[in-house]
T-cell receptor
């Protein structure tokens, strides 16, 4: 398995632009997580899904952020409009619910820079 | 409300055992101890977890005290590639995902 695949690896955009980050979880995993990492705040859980359904989105910072999981093999995290304070590394992770729900496999991350 | 306490940094000579401590004095009976690490510029990586018995896998060993209030992650023969931030996390393992919350961890520096 190729692991959790994220794209793009790097994104530089200007304030006000829409940003879409993509994630392909490991096949067969039924949990998907989105995390954000900054120097100031460390690793923060934004939202997680179970069987494509959002379970907890309490970490989503504000209405500018939205996440979807249209099917078991794809998820997006969208920021619209983007702001400089959104600059961070965004990680996607997945896990297998049965017996391993908290054993997460992380992707390589998407580094976002908003100018 | 931090559930775990870890030293901010540690050094270890290559080839020696790295022993990373974690205090979790308020752990409850159904909570597991998980360890993850994050190598610079990479996503976090799962290492090991346990409830009360000592655990060992190909990466590390986990020693949990009898009262479960603390644990130690042991990397038996540390290499330069083990330089990373190590996170100790306590949470339920009921079969559904918990909100895995990463604290500040211990920054392990392995040196020649």
């Amino acid at each position: 398995d190729a692991g959790v695949i994220q794209s793009p690896r790097h994104e530089v955009t200007e304030m006000g632009q829409e940003v879409t980050l993509r994630c392909k979880p490991i096949s067969g995993h039924d949990y998907l997580f989105w995390y954000r990492q900054t120097m100031m705040r460390g690793l923060e859980l934004l939202i997680y899904f179970n069987n494509n359904v959002p379970i907890d989105d309490s970490g989503m910072p504000e209405d500018r952020f939205s996440a979807k999981m249209p099917n078991a093999s794809f998820s997006t995290l969208k920021i619209q409009p983007s702001e400089p304070r959104d600059s961070a590394v965004y990680f996607c992770a997945s896990s297998l619910g049965t017996g391993g729900a908290n054993v997460l496999t992380f992707g390589a991350g998407s580094r976002l820079t908003v100018l | 409300d931090a559930k775990t306490t870890q030293p901010p940094s540690m050094d270890c000579a290559e080839g020696r055992a790295a022993n990373l401590p974690c205090n979790h004095s308020t752990i409850s009976g159904n909570e597991y101890v998980y360890w993850y690490r994050q190598i610079h510029s990479q996503g976090p990586q799962y290492i090991i977890h346990g409830l009360k018995n000592n655990e060992t896998n190909e990466m590390a060993s986990l020693i949990i005290t009898e009262d479960r209030k603390s644990s130690t992650l042991i990397l038996p023969h540390a290499t330069l590639r083990d330089t990373a931030v190590y996170y100790c996390i306590v949470l339920d393992n009921t079969g559904t995902a918990s909100k895995l919350t990463f604290g500040t961890g211990t920054r392990l520096q392995v040196t020649l």
